[in-house]
């Protein structure tokens, strides 16, 4: 028994009979393997963590992937840390080899959420031969679609109060008194990434980049549309009807 994981009989009695009977509630539940697509403030952190607990798959965020495999200076973290450290990008086999390794935890077991992956074709492409070689396919790509103009009312109205991670947005949920925090009086501040100039930019980087790889999975008719515009609520059923077809 490796370092890292925890000696059984050390675990408590409630944990242990709780993960039991998640993974029995889990063993019916159909396997899922899915790309979520969609740019800031689209809602995909909303529904990511629900749609993994509803069938038990584990959330791939890449970016956590390739820290914790240079952290674990597992053979591919050593080859990524290398790379970082030399200024380069860490590349697309690195990357797929990364999540390749992951999902064959027993936590991915039923599938996987893949979020902020594959961003080019290319690696849309290398995904699906790794895949392939394991016998399995991605098996829907949830396209969070929102109108630009949504986006930047959704996201240059929100404020924050840093010293307690008070957050207000300007529409939707306003301090009492403009640009002050509701219980300190203090002042609000605009994150940096939220102005309309930031987010104009990342929004056309998004589009560029991700459009040909929405193309490249609506060529195999997995690609849902979401309305994610609407409220949450209203996305998450819409989200269950797409999975459960």
């Not at 290398?126 to 399995?136: A, H, I, N, T």
């Not at 008070?166 to 219980?183: C, E, N, Q």
Request: aromatic content about 4%; overall charge neutral.
């Amino acid at each position: 028994m490796s370092a890292s994981t925890p000696n059984l009989e050390d675990v408590p009695s409630l944990d242990l009979m709780s993960e039991l009977l998640r993974r029995f509630k889990c063993s019916s539940k159909p396997d899922k393997r899915l790309i979520l697509i969609g740019p800031p403030g689209s809602g995909k952190g909303t529904q990511s963590p629900l749609i993994k607990d509803e069938y038990c798959l584990c959330h791939l965020a890449t970016g956590d992937m390739l820290r914790a495999a240079v952290a674990a200076k597992t053979p591919l973290g050593v080859k990524a840390k290398q790379a970082m450290d030399n200024g380069e990008l860490v590349s697309d086999d690195l990357v797929v080899g990364i999540i390749d390794e992951a999902i064959k935890k027993p936590s991915c077991q039923k599938g996987f959420i893949l979020d902020g992956f594959p961003r080019t074709v290319v690696q849309a492409q290398k995904l699906d031969e790794m895949l392939q070689k394991q016998g399995v396919k991605i098996d829907k790509v949830l396209n969070f679609a929102v109108d630009d103009a949504i986006l930047e009312e959704r996201i240059t109205g929100r404020w924050m109060h840093p010293p307690s991670g008070r957050s207000y947005h300007t529409k939707f949920a306003p301090p009492k008194v403009p640009g002050t925090d509701d219980v300190t009086g203090e002042p609000l501040i605009q994150r940096r990434d939220d102005t309309a100039a930031v987010l104009k930019s990342r929004l056309e980087a998004f589009h560029k980049q991700t459009e040909p790889v929405i193309n490249y999975y609506a060529k195999k008719n997995i690609v849902a549309n979401l309305h994610a515009e609407k409220p949450p609520k209203e996305v998450s059923v819409e989200v269950e009807k797409v999975l459960s077809s």
